[in-house]
Protein backbone atom coordinates (compact mmCIF):
# COMPACT_ATOMS: atom_id res chain seq x y z
CA UNK A 1 0.00 0.00 0.00
CA UNK A 2 1.54 3.16 -1.22
CA UNK A 3 -1.16 5.84 0.24
CA UNK A 4 -0.62 9.21 1.78
CA UNK A 5 -3.78 10.04 2.88
CA UNK A 6 -4.38 14.54 3.46
CA UNK A 7 -6.90 16.17 5.33
CA UNK A 8 -8.68 18.27 3.78
CA UNK A 9 -9.15 18.00 0.55
CA UNK A 10 -10.29 21.69 0.39
CA UNK A 11 -9.88 24.49 2.62
CA UNK A 12 -11.04 28.12 2.04
CA UNK A 13 -9.88 30.88 5.25
CA UNK A 14 -9.23 34.37 5.42
CA UNK A 15 -6.46 35.51 6.45
CA UNK A 16 -6.93 36.21 9.94
CA UNK A 17 -7.76 32.40 10.74
CA UNK A 18 -5.97 29.41 11.99
CA UNK A 19 -6.15 26.08 10.32
CA UNK A 20 -4.27 22.82 9.63
CA UNK A 21 -3.18 20.68 6.97
CA UNK A 22 -3.03 16.74 7.60
CA UNK A 23 -1.06 13.97 6.33
CA UNK A 24 -1.07 10.43 7.48
CA UNK A 25 1.16 7.43 6.15
CA UNK A 26 1.46 4.02 7.54
CA UNK A 27 4.64 2.78 5.34
CA UNK A 28 7.05 3.11 7.55
CA UNK A 29 8.22 5.66 6.22
CA UNK A 30 10.90 8.06 8.04
CA UNK A 31 10.99 11.09 6.01
CA UNK A 32 8.08 13.19 5.17
CA UNK A 33 7.59 16.67 3.02
CA UNK A 34 5.58 19.22 2.32
CA UNK A 35 5.69 20.78 -1.07
CA UNK A 36 3.61 23.68 -2.49
CA UNK A 37 1.98 23.77 -6.20
CA UNK A 38 1.15 26.70 -7.83
CA UNK A 39 -1.60 26.73 -10.79
CA UNK A 40 0.64 25.38 -13.66
CA UNK A 41 3.75 25.04 -12.30
CA UNK A 42 6.15 22.21 -10.57
CA UNK A 43 6.07 21.49 -7.15
CA UNK A 44 8.35 23.24 -4.86
CA UNK A 45 9.92 21.96 -1.54
CA UNK A 46 9.09 24.02 1.45
CA UNK A 47 10.05 21.47 4.39
CA UNK A 48 11.52 18.00 5.12
CA UNK A 49 11.14 16.05 8.16
CA UNK A 50 13.92 13.31 8.66
CA UNK A 51 13.07 10.58 12.01
CA UNK A 52 10.65 13.32 13.37
CA UNK A 53 12.81 15.85 12.87
CA UNK A 54 12.96 19.14 10.91
CA UNK A 55 15.59 19.15 8.28
CA UNK A 56 15.19 21.11 6.08
CA UNK A 57 12.89 24.56 5.72
CA UNK A 58 13.07 26.16 2.26
CA UNK A 59 13.41 30.16 3.98
CA UNK A 60 9.57 29.31 4.20
CA UNK A 61 7.79 32.54 6.30
CA UNK A 62 6.73 31.54 9.05
CA UNK A 63 3.17 31.73 8.94
CA UNK A 64 3.26 28.27 7.91
CA UNK A 65 4.61 26.10 10.34
CA UNK A 66 5.30 22.07 10.06
CA UNK A 67 4.84 19.86 12.74
CA UNK A 68 5.74 16.44 13.08
CA UNK A 69 3.87 14.56 16.07
CA UNK A 70 5.04 11.12 15.45
CA UNK A 71 6.54 9.12 12.47
CA UNK A 72 3.21 8.84 10.75
CA UNK A 73 2.06 12.39 10.93
CA UNK A 74 2.46 15.43 9.30
CA UNK A 75 0.73 19.14 10.22
CA UNK A 76 1.12 21.81 8.75
CA UNK A 77 -0.50 25.10 10.66
CA UNK A 78 -1.54 28.08 8.96
CA UNK A 79 -1.89 32.00 10.17
CA UNK A 80 -2.23 34.69 8.57
CA UNK A 81 -2.26 33.39 5.35
CA UNK A 82 -2.18 35.92 2.15
CA UNK A 83 -3.95 35.18 -0.91
CA UNK A 84 -1.28 34.68 -2.76
CA UNK A 85 -0.74 31.48 -0.27
CA UNK A 86 -3.35 30.16 -2.40
CA UNK A 87 -2.12 26.84 -3.96
CA UNK A 88 -2.30 22.78 -3.62
CA UNK A 89 0.03 21.99 -0.66
CA UNK A 90 1.19 18.08 -1.18
CA UNK A 91 2.84 15.78 1.55
CA UNK A 92 5.01 13.19 0.56
CA UNK A 93 7.33 10.49 2.11
CA UNK A 94 9.80 8.13 1.28
CA UNK A 95 11.46 5.48 3.33
CA UNK A 96 14.66 7.30 4.15
CA UNK A 97 15.46 11.30 3.10
CA UNK A 98 18.49 9.29 1.23
CA UNK A 99 20.18 11.03 -1.70
CA UNK A 100 20.53 8.94 -4.87
CA UNK A 101 22.73 6.12 -3.36
CA UNK A 102 19.22 5.30 -1.04
CA UNK A 103 17.01 4.22 -4.40
CA UNK A 104 14.04 5.79 -2.67
CA UNK A 105 10.81 6.20 -4.04
CA UNK A 106 8.58 9.85 -2.57
CA UNK A 107 5.29 9.07 -2.73
CA UNK A 108 3.05 11.74 -3.18
CA UNK A 109 -0.61 12.35 -1.58
CA UNK A 110 -3.30 14.08 -3.27
CA UNK A 111 -3.36 17.29 -2.22
CA UNK A 112 -4.87 20.28 0.15
CA UNK A 113 -6.41 22.56 -2.22
CA UNK A 114 -6.07 25.70 -0.29
CA UNK A 115 -7.99 29.13 -0.82
CA UNK A 116 -7.03 32.16 1.29
CA UNK A 117 -9.46 34.79 0.75
CA UNK B 1 23.17 24.48 -8.35
CA UNK B 2 21.27 21.63 -9.86
CA UNK B 3 18.25 21.86 -12.59
CA UNK B 4 16.18 19.74 -14.58
CA UNK B 5 15.05 21.18 -18.06
CA UNK B 6 12.25 20.38 -19.93
CA UNK B 7 12.16 21.48 -23.29
CA UNK B 8 8.56 21.28 -24.65
CA UNK B 9 6.11 23.45 -22.71
CA UNK B 10 3.10 22.39 -24.44
CA UNK B 11 3.01 19.50 -26.84
CA UNK B 12 0.15 18.92 -28.80
CA UNK B 13 -0.92 15.05 -30.40
CA UNK B 14 -3.55 13.58 -31.81
CA UNK B 15 -4.32 10.22 -30.94
CA UNK B 16 -2.43 7.35 -32.16
CA UNK B 17 0.43 9.40 -32.02
CA UNK B 18 3.85 8.57 -30.91
CA UNK B 19 4.90 10.95 -28.04
CA UNK B 20 8.74 11.99 -26.78
CA UNK B 21 9.26 14.43 -23.75
CA UNK B 22 12.69 15.73 -23.23
CA UNK B 23 14.11 16.19 -19.97
CA UNK B 24 18.17 16.84 -18.88
CA UNK B 25 19.96 17.42 -15.61
CA UNK B 26 22.50 19.28 -14.68
CA UNK B 27 24.18 17.14 -12.06
CA UNK B 28 27.27 14.79 -12.76
CA UNK B 29 27.41 12.53 -9.59
CA UNK B 30 24.52 9.70 -8.78
CA UNK B 31 20.91 10.09 -9.86
CA UNK B 32 17.84 8.87 -9.31
CA UNK B 33 15.02 9.95 -12.24
CA UNK B 34 11.29 9.80 -11.99
CA UNK B 35 8.14 10.90 -14.29
CA UNK B 36 5.44 11.84 -12.35
CA UNK B 37 2.34 12.50 -14.03
CA UNK B 38 -0.60 14.78 -13.32
CA UNK B 39 -3.74 14.46 -14.72
CA UNK B 40 -6.19 17.84 -14.62
CA UNK B 41 -7.28 18.37 -11.09
CA UNK B 42 -5.52 15.53 -9.72
CA UNK B 43 -2.31 14.72 -7.40
CA UNK B 44 1.07 13.45 -8.81
CA UNK B 45 1.37 10.30 -9.42
CA UNK B 46 4.53 8.24 -10.65
CA UNK B 47 4.73 6.71 -13.88
CA UNK B 48 8.26 5.27 -13.88
CA UNK B 49 11.55 5.43 -12.21
CA UNK B 50 15.11 4.88 -12.62
CA UNK B 51 17.41 3.50 -9.67
CA UNK B 52 20.36 1.72 -11.50
CA UNK B 53 20.85 -0.98 -14.03
CA UNK B 54 18.75 -1.76 -17.49
CA UNK B 55 18.75 2.12 -18.18
CA UNK B 56 15.39 1.62 -20.34
CA UNK B 57 12.60 1.59 -17.83
CA UNK B 58 8.71 1.16 -18.33
CA UNK B 59 6.10 2.02 -16.28
CA UNK B 60 2.61 2.13 -16.09
CA UNK B 61 -0.12 2.89 -19.23
CA UNK B 62 2.66 1.99 -21.34
CA UNK B 63 5.19 4.23 -20.55
CA UNK B 64 8.92 4.11 -21.16
CA UNK B 65 11.99 6.14 -20.04
CA UNK B 66 15.31 5.83 -21.62
CA UNK B 67 18.56 7.13 -19.23
CA UNK B 68 21.32 8.70 -21.28
CA UNK B 69 24.22 9.07 -18.93
CA UNK B 70 26.73 10.81 -21.29
CA UNK B 71 23.77 13.16 -21.96
CA UNK B 72 22.32 13.47 -18.55
CA UNK B 73 19.19 12.76 -20.24
CA UNK B 74 15.89 10.32 -19.04
CA UNK B 75 13.43 11.40 -22.02
CA UNK B 76 9.65 9.91 -21.60
CA UNK B 77 8.12 7.95 -24.47
CA UNK B 78 5.08 6.34 -25.36
CA UNK B 79 4.41 4.72 -29.04
CA UNK B 80 1.00 5.30 -29.50
CA UNK B 81 -0.84 8.13 -27.03
CA UNK B 82 -4.53 8.28 -26.05
CA UNK B 83 -7.13 10.84 -25.37
CA UNK B 84 -6.46 9.84 -22.01
CA UNK B 85 -3.08 10.92 -21.66
CA UNK B 86 -3.83 14.53 -21.61
CA UNK B 87 -2.01 15.63 -18.61
CA UNK B 88 1.25 17.84 -17.41
CA UNK B 89 4.15 15.96 -17.05
CA UNK B 90 6.78 16.41 -14.61
CA UNK B 91 10.09 15.18 -14.98
CA UNK B 92 12.39 15.12 -11.25
CA UNK B 93 15.77 14.02 -10.05
CA UNK B 94 17.17 13.12 -6.80
CA UNK B 95 20.74 13.06 -6.44
CA UNK B 96 23.52 12.63 -3.35
CA UNK B 97 24.29 16.85 -3.67
CA UNK B 98 24.39 18.51 -0.34
CA UNK B 99 21.38 19.96 0.93
CA UNK B 100 19.21 18.72 -1.45
CA UNK B 101 20.07 14.73 -0.90
CA UNK B 102 17.11 13.18 -0.60
CA UNK B 103 15.04 16.37 -2.00
CA UNK B 104 12.85 16.20 -5.32
CA UNK B 105 14.16 18.67 -7.81
CA UNK B 106 11.45 19.02 -10.45
CA UNK B 107 11.60 20.23 -13.91
CA UNK B 108 8.72 22.58 -14.85
CA UNK B 109 6.57 20.31 -16.67
CA UNK B 110 5.35 19.72 -20.22
CA UNK B 111 1.60 19.79 -20.86
CA UNK B 112 0.36 16.98 -23.28
CA UNK B 113 -2.72 17.96 -25.06
CA UNK B 114 -3.88 14.54 -27.05
CA UNK B 115 -6.64 15.31 -29.92
CA UNK B 116 -9.18 12.76 -30.11
Known amino acids: DTEVTQTPKHLVMGMTNKKSLKCEQHMGHRAMYWYKQKAKKPPELMFV???????INESVPSRFSPECPNSSLLNLHLHALQPEDSALYLC????????????????FGEGSWLTVV | AQSVSQHNHHVILSEAASLELGCNYS??????LFWYVQYPGQHLQLLLK??????LVKGIKGFEAEFIKSKFSFNLRKPSVQWSDTAEYFC??????????????FGKGTKLSVKP
Open chain 2, 27 to 32: YGGTVN
Open chain 2, 50 to 55: YFSGDP
Open chain 2, 92 to 105: AVNTNYGGSQGNLI
Open chain 1, 49 to 55: YSYEKLS
Open chain 1, 92 to 107: ASSYTRGGAFSGNTIY
